[in-house]
Every structure is written in C-alpha cells, then in structure tokens.
C-alpha cells in the first residue's frame, strides 16, 4: 500500500499521482471505494483488484470532488449515478478514462476504467494467435462482404481484437463506419458513432443511416437484440464486412445464439465468416518464471486434449518486475472459419446440434482448450490460470479424475504389494535363519553327545584332549544326579542295614 501526504500535499496533486502510479503499472480500473472508516483505493491490475492507499474518512469528499470536476460530472449532485470521462496526457501517453460515480450507503463510489488500446494499435500479430489461428483471421479479413464475431464474456478483450481487426481494415480504400456504445477509442480515418438510446439513437436505427452512407466496413459494437443481429446479417449480404462482438462462450454457442435470435439459418450460413472466441489469462513473468513437474492430472489432460506427454510446466514465482508472478495478460482464443460444409450445415433445418458440434470442432479448429494447453507449454501462462479461465469439458474431466483416481489406487496398491513382498522376503529370510540356528544347535548338540560318549566309552585307560572336556551335557547331568541319588541311597540302605546289624549285634552282646 502507497502512503500519500493527505496533510501537506494538495489533493490536486495526490488525484494525479494516483492516476500515475494506475497508469504505469498499467491497472485497468482505480475504485475509490468508501468504507465506515476510511476510503479505500483499489486497483485491478492484470484483472485482479489489489488495495493500493487508505484515505482518511476527512479527505474523502475532497477527493471525490476533484476527481468528478477533472471527470465533468455534476459536483454537487451525489444522490444519483453519474458518469464521466478524463482525457489527458500522463506520463507522455495519451489516456482516456471513464468514470462512473454511484452513491452507496457509505457515501459515493468512484470507479476510474483507464482505457489503453496500445496493444489494439500494435496488430494482430501481437494478441497472442497460434500462427495457424493468425492465418484464419486474416482470410477471413480478406473477404470483402460477410460477419466476423468476437465472442466472450465482458472483459474478455473482445474490443481490443476488433479494434485490431479495424485497424488491419483501416486504408485510404475503405469507408469504415462504427456504431458503438460508447466510443472506446477514436481511430484516425473512421467514422465513429456513439448511440445514445436516450433520444432514439439505437443500434438499430444508426445501421440503417449508416447502410446510406456507402460503407465497406461497419462495426457493431455489440449485437445484444435480435432487431441488430438481423441488420448485421442483412448488410453482411448486401456487400458489407461487419465486425461485431457478441457475449457467448465459444463458437458453437454463437451461431446457436444467433439463431436464437430469430436470424434466418440461410441468411446466417451465407453471412457468417467467422467467429472469434476468446478469453483472458494472466501472462507469466519472463524473469521469474520457473519450471515444475506436471502433476498426474495435468498429465492426463495434455495427453487426452494435445496427444502430447509434458512432463514440465512453468509455475508463477514473483519478483521486483511482476505482479505475483504475473505480467500482463495474454488471449486464449479458438477461430472458426466458416467452411462451405459449415454453411451447409448451417442452413439445414433439421441439423442435428451433435452433427454441427462435430462439424464446428473437426481436425482443423483449435478448441480454446487447445489453444489454451498450447500456451501453458510455450510457457506464456500456468495450467491453474487456463483451468480458471477455460471450462475442461465436464465428462472429460470426470473421465480424466477417474482415471487419475483408479492410476491413484493401482499405484498404493502396487506399493502395498512391494510392502507385502519386502515382508515376506524378510519372513523366508528368517525361517532360514532359524532353522539354520537349528540345525547348528542340533549339530552342536549331537558333537557334544558324541563327544561325552566317546569320553565314557574311552574311559578305560585312554586320555582323550577334546574342548568339550570336562563339559556335561545337561542331559547326562541329569542322569548322573539320578546315579549319584539312587547310589546315596543305597548307601543310605547299606548304612541303615549296617546300623541294624549293629543294633542287632549290640542286643545279641546284651543277651
Ligand atoms: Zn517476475
């Protein structure tokens, strides 16, 4: 978070180096948000807000002030939503903002968009296509009458993909006209036009002025009613490249879209060139990015998608020149041609939607997946940002996590069984050992007995040297105490005999 001077610096000044800092780490949007205790200013940067300063609940309202005077809104007004715009140079850039004021529970909410086509002006070698997708592009660029549509959702860089395209269109041989809601950037040699509902000027009613106006290339801000998607197509016939956007997910679900917007299927397989699908992802910092190892999951997904094994990707660090790792962000896009068996398929009536599913995705479209998986290989963004970005079709990836599942339980129970191998090998091990200490025992014990009997046997005279001399086995010990008890016995009998025969005596010397 960035401390600004609320007390010695003028708020003038504090306005303009908020815009500055938005400006050079190329931020798209500043909220000026007002909280119970403070306004907090935020700034989205590569599409994710980050706080950037804490205003104190006193400077609030001159800050908000200034940044509507410098935004031409009304100052005094606060109680309804106001909108805005700032033009100016910052920094040695021309910038062009709009700014929406909206009053909330906690005072007014200021959100400042900073408009920066720099990139639409560079070309569309510089939005991030595959060179097979660029090539597309620019066929369908070439054909003189016909729609292109930009596709996805708001944020998605759709406006910048057709400024692009405009400006590839922009020659002194051409009348471009634009219809949009608002302007979002003024291009040299193009008549632009913002609608304005308010007084009737409609998208629909600007097409048809303009369609008087000799036009070769018209784009359309947004198709959202079917009255302006059927205009679309009716110039699209009559001799007119029309560029548009449109709000759907990829190319499928547009000309489902369209048709469901009342446009004729034949009037749509004629007009319809080609469609644009697009989404955004955070581009990896050069400098700090680092390789890891794939995971199972991702594995799988790079072998069933791609047919490629990618054992490494690259993974998001962070340092002095990024935004956590991330710098920027680059397009995931999917280009359809529309083909001559497409617009066959198109204009049939009874079309099987799996039948146009498998015609749109046939060997030669890259899929936003595709495309996607593509550009986390070459290393320009991660597999967690295209797996946020990009919907894995859902049965794939029950397929594909089953898959890793059961690899998941084949491996634990491989490893179980290595345990239950190392066990029993440690097991028959020790069998063998102690049935070898047996059998040293019983050996041990034979020599021993030998060695004692011989001893007797040999007792008559002949001396025999042997280590186990002088050791009894405990056996023999026994019967040798048997021996020495029964012979201490006898002895005692004898005694006792002796004795009586004595006492016997001694009364045969009495009588
Ligand atoms: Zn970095």
Not at 34 to 43: A, G, L, S, V
Not at 87 to 111: F, H, Q
Not at 273 to 284: C, H, P, V
Not at 289 to 309: A, C, M, N, V
């Amino acid at each position: 978070m960035i401390e600004y001077d609320f007390v010695n610096m003028p708020i003038v000044d504090i306005v303009n180096r908020i815009i500055l800092y938005a400006s050079q780490h190329r931020a798209s949007d500043i909220h000026f948000d007002p909280r119970e205790d403070c306004m907090m200013i935020r700034m989205r940067m590569d599409g994710r807000l980050k706080d950037h300063a804490r205003v104190p609940k006193m400077y609030e309202k001159n800050l908000t002030t200034r940044v509507k005077l410098i935004s031409k809104m009304n100052i005094t007004e606060t109680r309804i939503p106001q909108d805005g715009a700032i033009k100016g140079v910052v920094d040695g850039k021309e910038l062009d903002m709009r700014v929406s004021a909206l009053p909330t529970n906690e005072g007014e909410k200021i959100v400042v968009r900073l408009l920066d086509y720099s990139s639409s002006l560079e070309g569309l070698s510089f939005l991030g296509f595959l060179p097979k997708n660029l090539k597309k592009v620019q066929r369908m660029l070439d054909i003189p009458n016909g729609i292109i549509l930009v596709t996805g959702a708001t944020g998605s860089g759709k406006s910048t993909t057709t400024y692009s395209m405009l400006q590839e269109l922009n020659t002194e041989d051409r009348n471009i006209i634009t219809v949009e809601d608002p302007v979002e950037m003024n291009i040299e040699g193009i008549n632009q036009v913002h609608v304005n509902s308010d007084i009737g000027l409609t998208f629909a009613t600007a097409l048809r002025s303009i369609l008087r106006q000799d036009p070769n290339v018209i784009l359309i801000g947004e198709i959202r009613d079917s009255e302006t998607a059927q205009i679309a197509v009716r110039a699209a016939i009559t001799g007119h490249l029309v560029l548009s956007t449109i709000h759907t997910n990829n190319s499928l679900s547009t000309i489902e879209r369209l048709l469901d917007m009342d446009v004729e299927r034949y009037l749509l397989s004629t007009a319809l060139n080609g469609i644009i699908s697009q989404k955004l992802a955070r581009t990896l910092c050069p400098d700090c990015k680092r390789l890891r190892p794939t995971t199972s999951y991702e594995k799988q997904i790079f072998s069933s998608i791609l047919g490629k094994d990618v054992e490494e990707v690259y993974e998001p660090v962070g340092c002095p020149n990024c935004n956590g790792g991330f710098r920027g962000r680059i397009a995931l896009q999917e280009v359809l041609f529309i083909t001559d068996r497409l617009r066959e398929l198109i204009s049939d009536e009874n079309l099987d939607k799996e039948d146009l599913k498998k015609a749109v995705y046939d060997s030669d479209t890259t899929t936003l997946l595709q495309d996607a998986l593509q550009k986390v290989i070459d290393g320009r963004t991660t597999f967690k940002e295209i797996y946020r970005a990009v919907d894995i079709d859902f049965d794939l990836e029950k397929k594909i996590r089953q898959n890793v599942r059961k690899e998941e339980r084949e491996k634990a129970r491989f490893e179980k069984l290595e345990v239950i191998d190392a066990y029993d090998g440690i097991l028959s091990n020790l069998k063998e050992m102690i049935s070898d200490i047996k059998e040293i025992k019983k050996q041990a014990k034979l020599s021993v007995e030998n060695k004692y009997k011989k001893k007797k046997t040999d007792e008559n005279g002949i001396e025999i040297i042997d280590a186990f001399e002088g050791v009894t086995p405990p056996s023999m010990k026994k019967e040798n105490k048997k021996e020495e008890k029964e012979s201490s016995l006898k002895d005692d009998e004898k005694r006792k005999e002796n004795s009586n025969e004595k006492e016997k005596k001694k009364e045969k010397e009495k009588k």
